[in-house]
């Protein structure tokens, strides 16, 4: 069982729509979670990075953390098609980091 | 803040020779930088952690001798690709590790391409 599992998608939507992306993970130790944004051949964006149960919003994304489900969501409102990108789920523990494979997410006009 | 840059952004070189690639974290110190490797449309693969003025971590099936890392201070890493071949050619991505240490902060990548 990998540590990180990540729909790869790929994710369409139009424009507005909200979107939901999603992670599992199987290791409790964890203990930051990050979600990033991947343009294509650009490097990762960090968008979001949480250390605890609940929400994070900022502006129109936020970010949900379930400890005791093991389970990751960003959610982002109003999506536009700027927003189209892989996004990745990452979580780390010490200087530990694991990824998820990304979800590949196109917000059509 | 957290502002990471790579040197240079797309770079093609001949089979044989060898490419360094630079890394470095603008805004802030890095004590630890990662380099990663990642194909046309799949994930990151790490492929070493470099902890500054002490010899880098590979990963399982990683040659060292072929991808040297330098992290002579706490804003620069180096990768070199030593006798590059086609093979080699790939999108390589450094990180610099956060100040809380919790977090990585991604450079805009190196495209290389070994002909």
């Known amino acids: 069982q990998k540590e990180v599992e990540q729909d790869p998608g790929p994710l369409s939507v139009p424009e507005g729509a909200i979107v939901s992306l999603n992670c599992t993970y199987s290791?409790?130790?964890?203990?930051?979670f990050m979600w990033y944004r991947q343009y294509s051949r650009k490097g990762p964006e960090l968008l979001m990075y949480?250390?605890?149960?609940g929400n994070k919003e900022d502006g129109r994304f936020t970010a949900q953390v379930d400890k005791s489900s093991k389970y990751i969501s960003l959610f982002i409102r109003d999506s536009q098609p700027s927003d189209s990108a892989t996004y990745l789920c990452?979580?780390?523990?010490?200087?530990?980091?694991?990824f998820g494979t990304g979800t590949s997410l196109t917000v059509i006009p | 803040g957290a502002v990471v840059s790579q040197h240079p952004s797309w770079v093609i070189c001949k089979s044989g020779t060898s490419v360094k690639i630079e890394c470095r974290s603008l805004?802030?110190?890095?004590?630890?930088m990662f380099w990663y490797r990642q194909f046309p449309k799949q994930s990151l693969m790490l492929m070493a952690t470099?902890?500054?003025?002490?010899?880098?971590?590979?990963e399982q099936g990683v040659e060292k001798d072929k991808f040297l890392i330098n992290h002579a201070s706490l804003t620069l890493s180096t990768l070199t690709v030593t006798s590059a071949h086609p093979e080699d050619s790939s999108f390589y991505i450094c990180?610099?590790?956060?100040?809380?240490?919790?977090?990585?902060?991604f450079g805009p990548g190196t495209r290389l391409t070994v002909t």
């Open positions: 990180s610099a590790g956060g100040t809380t240490g919790n977090e990585q902060y």
């Open positions: 290791n409790s130790a964890f203990q930051y």
């Open positions: 949480t250390y605890s149960s």
């Open positions: 990452a979580m780390s523990m010490g200087n530990q980091f694991y």
């Open positions: 805004d802030f110190q890095a004590t630890t």
């Open positions: 470099s902890n500054e003025g002490s010899k880098a971590t590979y």
